[in-house]
């Protein structure tokens, strides 16, 4: 056997770490060795990267498709069975509802060519507005903003090397050392380069152990935070006024709202003592030059978009955005959360991150898929309100790399709406919470077994090479859109070919804002990724953007004027205590993958309820106890995890496990009124010894 390395990156978070993989036996086994040259994790691994491969196995992953007998029971059946049952039951629905009582649901880990394809699908074959994918539940308050500010969203407008360069980072909401381990390093190498950090967070997280400054406000307080340190900036006379004057607008409204907040006031809502306040300005704008990254801790809010809005205010205020080595951006969270959002998944968005509603937008995409443009479906529903239709106005649904049976909030009420379904069809490499729902299951390959392109948190477009022969019995998305696509009457436009499919995203992304055009397979293997914007073969890419102009009309950023507001769902005496959710480091979001592997079920084998010592003393509670935690939507039980780590009013609950410690049938999805983010990080609960 010729034992060839093949270099690739792991199926997991927007990091995108490379790897290799290497094989062990002629039966298709594979083994993770490190591939030091890939720049951005220089072949440091986190133990869901290195276990990766163990999810390839047969017993792990499904090997064949399943079809919902009149007995009730999942039973295997041929793909051709299957795939006639899923295009019978999409064109029973249509047929008798309408284009639009057919659901799509996507996901955030899907390629860029599978995002491609399956919001084609949706528009051209289903002829339904209703599409859209799990990303909305992890970065869409952040899009929304960059939009909103700078006119284009890219989670980091600058490659993670600059980090360690810059003068002083404050990391909002974000636990690095748990969610991106090989990550952390930027910000080790920051502080040896004399750099400063900032962490806040409710919780005294690994991460922000590493910090020079480590702020604990209240969960859902964060945009108040951030205006009353841009309060100080004003007072303190710290404002940048050269650069206000000459790449922005907006300034004096947004001036107005962050003066209403004054340090005394922000202190009483967030519980963070002036004096750090001021310790935390005077740190930042001490420095030369400073970065402001946020991830899921400001954006999943019902005011998640405002939050970060206030967050680039602060950056524009103080001259640390569109010049070298500042700036601010989001830590995009799911494996292709950025290139997800970008090719035609999200409900309002076509190809190159154009928007649906724009006629010359309308017009190029249609020319690419030869369809007429007045054929494109509009924006349809967001994620949480098209999974809330179930059963009601959307009567079928594909579901394509998702899990929101665990993922959504108010995670029971979604499951029921599941279940309420006429047909539900799930395309997966496991039997997942929700496949285990379906009337039919589709088995696909996976990351190793196929190739295609992902987009990093950076913004750099990363090919995943097939390394290993997928077994019998599995097909690829692309192959099985390019088989429905057919039985439904669509014979061409649906290539299963990865890389015919992104020559033509390629096309199809040309002249929009995520500019993919001079993006090649040969490119981003030879050149360990390229940047979009790219919109020719000559051209280098783009890893800085903004440096000379802003992506808006006028080249200027805009401040946006924004004001504190409560969660959606206060404490009060019947609830009495913030619930706040997240990750552990050995399991990834849904947990459908992760918790198959045996190393890391080890390692974190099952939710838990992290709360004080005084609430667990108060509640009578010690560790390992069962706790039972209520909100206004259910009830979850886990054993306690008692720390002086968190806050003495606030329980945090990992979100990778279903059944009795599902922390999502909790969570309130109240949504943000911009990007229609659900409010997964903060809401009322009561918390009692479960015993
Ligand atoms: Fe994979 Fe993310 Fe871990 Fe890197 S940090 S190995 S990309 S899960």
Same mark, same amino acid.
């Given at each position: 056997?010729?034992?060839? #390395?093949?270099?690739?990156?792991?199926?997991?978070?927007?990091?995108?770490?490379?790897?290799?993989?290497?094989?062990?036996?002629?039966?298709?086994?594979?083994?993770?060795?490190?591939?030091?040259?890939?720049?951005?994790?220089?072949?440091?691994?986190?133990?869901?990267?290195?276990?990766?491969?163990?999810?390839?196995?047969?017993?792990?992953?499904?090997?064949?498709?399943?079809?919902?007998?009149?007995?009730?029971?999942?039973?295997?059946?041929?793909?051709?069975?299957?795939?006639?049952?899923?295009?019978?039951?999409?064109?029973?629905?249509?047929?008798?509802?309408?284009?639009?009582?057919?659901?799509?649901?996507?996901?955030?880990?899907?390629?860029?060519?599978?995002?491609?394809?399956?919001?084609?699908?949706?528009?051209?074959?289903?002829?339904?507005?209703?599409?859209?994918?799990?990303?909305?539940?992890?970065?869409?308050? %952040?899009?929304? %903003?960059?939009?909103?500010?700078?006119?284009?969203?890219?989670?980091?407008?600058?490659?993670?090397?600059?980090?360690?360069?810059?003068?002083?980072?404050?990391?909002?909401? *974000?636990?690095?050392?748990?969610?991106? +381990?090989?990550?952390?390093?930027?910000?080790?190498?920051?502080?040896?380069? &004399?750099?400063?950090?900032?962490?806040?967070?409710?919780?005294?997280?690994?991460?922000?152990?590493?910090? @020079?400054?480590?702020?604990?406000?209240?969960?859902?307080?964060?945009?108040?935070? $951030?205006?009353?340190?841009?309060?100080?900036?004003?007072?303190?006379?710290?404002?940048?006024?050269?650069?206000?004057?000459?790449?922005?607008?907006?300034?004096?409204?947004?001036?107005?709202?962050?003066?209403?907040?004054?340090?005394?006031?922000?202190? /009483?809502?967030?519980?963070?003592?002036?004096?750090?306040?001021?310790?935390?300005?005077?740190?930042?704008?001490?420095?030369?030059? &400073?970065?402001?990254?946020?991830?899921?801790?400001?954006?999943?809010?019902?005011?998640?978009?405002?939050?970060? !809005?206030?967050?680039?205010?602060?950056?524009?205020?103080?001259?640390? $955005? &569109?010049?070298?080595?500042? !700036?601010?951006?989001?830590?995009?969270?799911?494996?292709?959360?950025?290139?997800?959002? #970008?090719?035609?998944?999200?409900?309002?968005?076509?190809?190159?991150?154009?928007?649906?509603?724009?006629?010359?937008?309308?017009?190029?995409?249609?020319?690419?898929?030869?369809?007429?443009?007045?054929?494109?479906?509009? +924006?349809?529903? *967001?994620?949480?309100?098209?999974?809330?239709?179930?059963?009601?106005?959307?009567?079928?649904?594909?579901?394509? !790399? *998702?899990? +929101?049976?665990?993922?959504?909030?108010?995670?029971?009420?979604?499951?029921?709406?599941?279940?309420?379904?006429?047909?539900?069809?799930?395309?997966?490499?496991?039997?997942?919470?929700?496949?285990?729902?379906?009337?039919?299951?589709?088995?696909?390959?996976?990351?190793?077994?196929?190739?295609?392109?992902?987009?990093?948190? #950076? !913004?750099?477009?990363?090919?995943?090479?097939?390394?290993?022969?997928?077994?019998?019995?599995?097909?690829?998305?692309?192959?099985?859109?390019?088989?429905?696509?057919?039985?439904?009457?669509?014979?061409?436009?649906?290539?299963?070919?990865?890389?015919?499919?992104?020559?033509?995203?390629? /096309?199809?992304?040309?002249?929009?804002?995520?500019?993919?055009?001079?993006?090649?397979?040969?490119?981003?293997?030879?050149?360990?990724?390229?940047?979009?914007?790219?919109?020719?073969?000559?051209?280098?890419?783009?890893? /800085?953007?903004?440096?000379?102009?802003?992506?808006? @009309?006028?080249?200027?950023?805009?401040?946006?004027?924004?004001?504190?507001?409560?969660?959606?769902?206060?404490?009060?005496? #019947?609830?009495?205590?913030?619930?706040?959710?997240?990750?552990?480091?050995?399991?990834?979001? *849904?947990?459908?993958?992760?918790?198959?592997?045996?190393?890391?079920?080890?390692?974190?084998?099952?939710?838990?309820?992290?709360?004080?010592?005084?609430?667990?003393?108060?509640?009578?509670?010690?560790?390992?106890?069962?706790?039972?935690?209520?909100?206004?939507?259910?009830?979850?039980?886990?054993?306690?995890?008692?720390?002086?780590?968190?806050?003495? @009013?606030?329980?945090?609950?990992?979100?990778?496990?279903?059944?009795?410690?599902?922390?999502?049938?909790?969570?309130?999805? %109240?949504?943000?009124?911009?990007?229609?983010?659900?409010?997964?990080?903060?809401?009322?609960?009561?918390?009692?010894?479960?015993?």
């Amino acid at each position: 056997m010729v034992r060839t #390395e093949t270099s690739t990156h792991c199926p997991y978070c927007a990091l995108q770490c490379g790897m290799k993989l290497r094989p062990v036996t002629d039966g298709g086994v594979v083994e993770v060795v490190e591939r030091t040259e890939f720049p951005v994790n220089r072949g440091a691994l986190c133990g869901k990267g290195r276990t990766a491969p163990a999810v390839l196995a047969a017993g792990v992953r499904l090997t064949g498709p399943l079809v919902r007998g009149a007995g009730g029971e999942l039973a295997p059946a041929s793909w051709d069975e299957a795939l006639e049952r899923v295009a019978d039951g999409l064109r029973g629905t249509r047929a008798e509802h309408g284009a639009d009582a057919v659901g799509v649901f996507g996901g955030g880990g899907l390629t860029n060519e599978k995002a491609y394809a399956l919001g084609k699908f949706a528009r051209v074959v289903l002829g339904t507005s209703q599409i859209d994918y799990n990303g909305r539940f992890c970065m869409s308050s %952040a899009a929304a %903003a960059h939009q909103r500010a700078f006119g284009l969203d890219r989670g980091l407008p600058f490659p993670l090397e600059d980090i360690p360069r810059t003068g002083c980072v404050i990391l909002v909401g *974000s636990n690095l050392a748990e969610t991106m +381990p090989p990550a952390l390093r930027y910000l080790t190498e920051l502080r040896e380069n &004399g750099g400063r950090l900032i962490v806040i967070d409710p919780r005294r997280t690994r991460t922000a152990e590493q910090a @020079d400054l480590h702020l604990a406000p209240r969960p859902g307080t964060d945009l108040a935070l $951030a205006l009353g340190m841009l309060h100080l900036v004003v007072a303190d006379g710290r404002v940048d006024e050269e650069f206000v004057r000459t790449r922005t607008n907006g300034w004096d409204e947004a001036r107005a709202g962050a003066m209403a907040h004054w340090p005394e006031l922000v202190e /009483r809502l967030t519980g963070v003592p002036v004096p750090q306040l001021r310790e935390a300005v005077e740190m930042f704008c001490g420095a030369e030059n &400073g970065m402001v990254l946020t991830a899921r801790g400001p954006e999943q809010q019902a005011k998640g978009t405002d939050t970060v !809005g206030a967050w680039i205010n602060f950056c524009l205020a103080t001259g640390r $955005a &569109g010049r070298p080595l500042s !700036g601010y951006g989001c830590l995009t969270g799911q494996g292709n959360g950025q290139g997800g959002r #970008e090719h035609g998944q999200k409900a309002d968005q076509l190809p190159g991150y154009r928007k649906l509603t724009d006629p010359a937008a309308r017009r190029h995409v249609a020319a690419v898929w030869g369809v007429d443009p007045d054929t494109l479906p509009g +924006p349809g529903r *967001s994620a949480y309100e098209l999974l809330d239709a179930l059963g009601q106005d959307v009567r079928s649904l594909l579901v394509m !790399g *998702s899990n +929101p049976v665990v993922s959504a909030p108010h995670a029971g009420h979604i499951e029921e709406r599941l279940k309420s379904l006429d047909f539900l069809a799930v395309a997966d490499v496991v039997l997942s919470e929700t496949a285990a729902l379906a009337d039919v299951v589709l088995p696909v390959t996976q990351w190793a077994e196929e190739s295609g392109t992902t987009t990093s948190l #950076e !913004g750099r477009v990363l090919l995943r090479q097939q390394a290993v022969t997928p077994p019998e019995g599995v097909r690829s998305d692309l192959e099985v859109l390019n088989t429905l696509a057919g039985l439904l009457g669509h014979g061409k436009g649906f290539p299963a070919d990865p890389e015919e499919v992104f020559d033509e995203l390629r /096309r199809a992304s040309a002249g929009g804002p995520a500019d993919y055009a001079g993006i090649t397979y040969a490119r981003i293997a030879a050149e360990d990724g390229v940047f979009w914007p790219c919109p020719d073969e000559e051209h280098a890419g783009t890893p /800085r953007l903004f440096l000379e102009r802003f992506a808006t @009309d006028d080249g200027r950023a805009r401040f946006v004027p924004v004001t504190h507001r409560a969660a959606a769902e206060e404490t009060d005496a #019947e609830y009495p205590v913030v619930l706040t959710t997240g990750r552990v480091v050995s399991q990834y979001q *849904s947990g459908a993958q992760t918790r198959r592997v045996a190393e890391l079920n080890a390692a974190a084998p099952g939710p838990f309820v992290e709360l004080h010592p005084r609430l667990a003393e108060r509640i009578g509670v010690a560790e390992g106890e069962a706790v039972a935690v209520t909100s206004r939507r259910g009830r979850a039980v886990a054993p306690a995890r008692i720390t002086v780590a968190i806050r003495q @009013d606030t329980v945090f609950m990992p979100f990778h496990w279903p059944g009795e410690g599902r922390a999502n049938t909790l969570t309130n999805p %109240a949504l943000d009124p911009v990007s229609r983010m659900p409010e997964f990080k903060v809401c009322a609960v009561r918390v009692e010894a479960a015993g």
